[in-house]
């Protein structure tokens, strides 16, 4: 089988969960799959990154669009005008795109990823015009695709409950976590790598996150700061400012000392692993995800996990993870402190339990799952 890759909307270090998951698929379908020829359709922004990701597999190949992503109506332009045109010479037998949108016409069949309806819940992440157009091309790839992936049964809800697709059409497809989240780092390497990034002498409480209004990031600098002459610890946010920044601003100035806050973006795999397996309890405020994917891979790392009930985070965390109400003013708080109040023998056991799930996923079944959809589309 001969799939073609839309990765159109890639831009390496803007686009959160959709980039690892991505990345990760298309290695393990390269590295797994070699009886599977990949066709990437790529942009100058993620070229590079995509050659390097994939530069040992033999049944991939690149077709690059030369062309700024960065600017998003000239992306939306290219992949509806030019992209049909190069699909069609390269004489592929199925297109997959996994950045919500897809070619309106196409000269083979066609796969798309929608990973949440996000725009739809919480429309105050994006302009009003990113909306409306985000809207348009969303719907019309539900139309125009024969199947639709979903990363979660949430998800495939959210896609039947704002598009009208019938869930017929919908198959979930879970994402997961790097093995390497899981692997120790030797304690002189993790002093290295993390020297230049948070102080050595302090536990620390983390996050990742983008600050879109939904990731609820001003409520957990609020409950920190609750905490904040209580606990030693510092709180470490790893995302970069988006919409819902000003909010995050605000609760910021109204702690005692900001300096406890450590703003970090843009950081190296290992960096990522090293801040997961060091801190001692990553919290994930999210009030609405797709799938969830930091909460699965703090569950790799082998840390206690706080995050909320909501969307689909609870298909992922199980009964591995700790949760508060959102909605509660003080939970938050409180559960920041119950969890460090935990025994070494509590928490070595809510570790145990967080990890035994976590490997159930992987991205070997995420990749074979997906060539699955892909064969079906064919039929």
Not at 254 to 263: A, K, T
């Amino acid at each position: 089988m001969k799939v073609g890759v839309n990765t159109l909307f890639l831009i390496p270090g803007e686009v959160g969960g959709t980039e690892t998951y991505l990345r990760q698929t298309l290695k393990a379908i390269a590295g797994h799959f070699p009886d599977v020829s990949l066709v990437l359709f790529t942009n100058r922004e993620n070229e590079s990154v995509l050659r390097k990701d994939l530069r040992s597999s033999g049944n991939v190949c690149f077709e690059l669009l030369d062309f700024a992503a960065t600017n998003r109506h000239v992306r939306i332009l290219r992949e509806q005008v030019e992209l049909p045109g190069r699909v069609r010479r390269s004489g592929i037998d199925v297109l997959w795109s996994p950045g919500y949108t897809a070619p309106f016409f196409c000269s083979c069949p066609q796969v798309v990823t929608i990973p949440d309806m996000q725009y739809k819940t919480f429309p105050q992440d994006l302009t009003f015009t990113a909306r409306m157009v985000t809207d348009i091309l969303v719907k019309c790839a539900t139309r125009r695709c024969r199947r639709i992936i979903a990363i979660s049964e949430f998800s495939r809800d959210e896609i039947t409950k704002y598009t009208h697709a019938g869930k017929d059409r919908i198959d979930v497809v879970p994402l997961a976590a790097d093995e390497s989240f899981g692997d120790t780092i030797p304690q002189e390497k993790r002093k290295s790598l993390m020297a230049s990034l948070i102080p050595e002498d302090r536990p620390y409480l983390l996050s990742v996150a983008n600050t879109y209004p939904h990731k609820n990031i001003h409520s957990l600098v609020e409950a920190f700061g609750k905490l904040e002459n209580r606990l030693s610890h510092n709180l470490v946010i790893v995302g970069n400012p988006r919409l819902g920044e000003d909010e995050v601003q605000k609760a910021l100035g109204g702690l005692c000392d900001r300096n406890r806050v450590i703003r970090l973006n843009k950081l190296s795999s290992e960096q990522m692993v090293c801040l997961y397996q060091g801190c001692d309890i990553f919290v994930f405020p999210s009030l609405y995800e797709g799938f969830g994917l930091p909460v699965l891979e703090a569950m790799m790392a082998g840390v206690p996990v706080l995050t909320t009930k909501n969307a689909s985070i609870p298909e992922v965390g199980g009964d591995g993870v700790s949760y508060f109400d959102p909605r509660e003013r003080d939970d938050l708080a409180v559960k920041i402190q119950q969890i460090i109040g935990l025994s070494r023998q509590e928490r070595d056991s809510m570790v145990g339990r967080a990890r035994e799930i976590a490997k159930k996923f992987c991205w070997k079944r995420t990749a074979q799952k997906s060539l699955d959809v892909m064969r079906k589309a064919l039929e």
